[in-house]
């Protein structure tokens, strides 16, 4: 049953999304590939609109799917699924076992945990960054998008000039805007 | 005690709705409601939630107000808390995905998107940089760090029918396994 289906592959993702939404990042594609939810392609528009819209990005993608899948009630079991562990885990944390973090176990998987989800982050962000840059699009040459490779280069230089500049990061929504504004005009002439 | 649960759920639903960019956003956030203004919670409880949320599964949103909530009025404020801050995003998206599809149809959308795919994969390059930089470094540390990089890149570019999940669970273990060594490794050695 879709529901069903929907609200354990979410609780998954719940379960095992260490480091915040980047870190479900990756489950969440294992997920939706997986069951054919949605393709890499609307899986990125996604990511994208989900960094621009408020919110948690891992709330904002379950729903999403979920709704995409089986409307309203997919949606109510996907976003379910993906908040139960957190919320299920801070009760225990603060009600039952206060010092279970302090614990010396503990600490010693979560010392495996954080490296670990560092290394999968950084190969789902170039995975990303290497399918958008292969795409066929126009303009193809030996499989490479010389316009999506361009518009790579001159957003990680904006993003560099804009650290050097200002002395801090550029917002992910900023360079939302400015990736948007550059595909417009590279793809629109 | 229960008289503050309509205000804890729309404290939270205001964060909700107004945070963009996620759990590291919205810490600074709850902090400047929860601690400054309605005096819910103390700095270092803050501090606490911050650290725990770092460690725990899930999104950082749902740890913070889960927390909250059950400090200032238990298990239901915990639950209206959560609530709180999960329905904007919630009512936003249901309603972004009636119309997104016809939306993406649009010729200047679609080219808008093949530019945003380069900043999402950027985004998240930048993002494992950053926990690259934050996490404990140690010959272990750097040895799972690169082996589940490779492997994931294996796995995605073979299809293996291994996901992410199995290779977190090999580096718990890993690390597990080399602990209890070296504890009773060092144990022994304090014997002699």
Redesign the interface.
């Known amino acids: 049953m879709i529901y069903l289906n929907l609200f354990f592959a979410f609780l ?1 993702v ?14 969440i594609r ?1 997920a939706v590939l ?1 069951h054919g939810w949605l393709d890499q ?1 609307s899986l ?17 993608l379950a ?2 799917i979920g ?2 899948q089986a409307g ?1 009630g997919g ?1 109510a079991a996907a ?1 379910l699924g ?2 139960l ?3 299920a ?3 225990f ?3 039952i076992l206060k010092r279970t ?1 302090e614990n ?2 503990v600490q ?23 399918s ?2 292969l ?1 066929p ?1 126009e303009g193809t040459a030996m499989g490479l998008s010389l ?2 490779a361009g ?2 280069l001159f ?2 230089m904006a ?1 560099v000039v804009y650290r050097r500049t200002f002395r801090k990061k550029i ?3 900023m ?2 805007v ?7 005009i ?3 002439i | 005690m229960f008289d503050v649960i309509p205000e804890l759920f729309l404290t939270f639903f205001r964060i909700g709705l107004f945070t963009f960019g996620g759990g590291y956003a919205m810490i600074s956030v709850i902090e400047d409601y929860c601690v400054e203004k309605k005096k819910w919670i103390s700095h270092d409880d803050m501090v606490n939630i911050a650290v725990i949320a770092e460690s725990t599964p899930g999104p950082i949103a749902i740890n913070c107000a889960t927390f909250t909530g059950y400090k200032t009025a238990g298990l239901l404020g915990s639950v209206f808390a959560t609530l709180g801050v999960v329905l904007p995003s919630f009512i936003i998206i249901f309603i972004i995905s009636m119309f997104l599809d016809n939306f993406l149809d649009i010729t200047v959308v679609t080219n808008a998107f093949m530019g945003i795919k380069a900043a999402v994969g950027i985004l998240i390059l930048n993002a494992g940089f950053s926990m690259m930089k934050n996490m404990p470094k140690t010959v272990l540390t750097k040895i799972i760090m690169v082996c589940s990089l490779v492997g994931m890149l294996l796995i995605n570019i073979f299809s293996w029918n291994l996901s992410s999940i199995s290779l977190m669970m090999a580096a718990a273990a890993v690390s597990l396994a080399y602990f209890i060594v070296w504890d009773l490794r060092s144990k022994e050695g304090g014997k002699k």
Do not use: H, W
């Not at chain 1, 982050?121 to 290497?130: D, E, K, N, S, Y």
């Open positions: 998954k719940g379960c095992f999304s260490f480091g915040g939404a980047y870190g479900a990042i990756p489950l294992d997986a392609e990125t528009y996604m990511i994208a609109v989900s960094e621009s819209t408020p919110g948690p990005i891992m709330v904002n729903t999403y709704s995409t309203f949606a976003t993906v908040i562990p957190a919320f885990i801070i009760l944390i603060t009600v973090l010396r176990y010693a998987i979560l010392m495996g945990l954080k490296p670990c989800v560092a290394g999968i982050i950084f190969a789902t962000g170039i995975q990303m960054t290497a958008s840059c795409a699009a316009k999506s518009i790579t957003l990680v993003a917002s992910p929504v360079l939302i400015i990736s948007a504004a550059a595909g417009m590279v793809f629109g």
